[in-house]
């Protein structure tokens, strides 16, 4: 899949995360973990358990035409290890700050979305800060629905924060 961005920038291309790619998919999960709206997590985890906890179908980074440089990556988790549940997964996105706005965060969604319901994967999970109304806006343009918010759910960097659940079912799934 490629898309084309703003005149004022390049293309990319959608390929699947590999592990020569890891060094750039953790500096750019730690970019946004570094913003403070992103994650509750404090820093990026080592590849070997970032690796172990992400499914292999499921994950794909944006290239840039020229570069060849990650300029972003979506990735999907198991939500449970119940049968009942094979069908949902958990998506995270994480878009280098100087890609935003190229349309790299809507590319790799929509690949996972492709790849989620080619493998009969009828819901796909996120949850976002309300303060990250960037991923908000993603998210619905992609079809999500917000389903709720829990509110004060867990402390981050000395505050209770509340995130917003949203979901995608699979029109062609189920």
Do not use: C
């Not at 939500?79 to 590319?107: F, L, M, N, Q, W």
């Amino acid at each position: 899949m490629t898309t084309t961005a703003a005149a004022a920038t390049t293309a990319s291309t959608i390929v699947p995360m590999r592990p020569e790619h890891a060094d750039r998919v953790l500096a750019i999960y730690q970019l946004g973990i570094d913003t403070g709206d992103a994650t509750f997590q404090e820093s990026a985890p080592e590849w070997v358990e970032f690796d172990a906890g992400k499914l292999p179908d499921h994950r794909f980074v944006a290239l840039d035409e020229g570069t060849g440089a990650v300029l972003g990556w979506v990735a999907a988790s198991e939500t449970s290890k119940r049968a009942v549940y094979r069908g949902v997964v958990e998506t995270s996105i994480y878009v280098h700050p100087d890609a935003s706005g190229r349309g790299v965060g809507r590319a790799l969604l929509a690949a996972q979305i492709a790849s989620t319901e080619a493998a009969g994967i009828w819901t796909i999970q996120a949850g976002v800060f309300p303060e990250n109304t960037g991923s908000l806006a993603l998210h619905t343009a992609l079809g999500f629905r917000t389903i709720g918010t829990r509110e004060r759910v867990g402390r981050h960097l000395g505050q209770w924060r509340d995130v917003t659940l949203l979901e995608r079912r699979s029109p062609t799934v189920g």
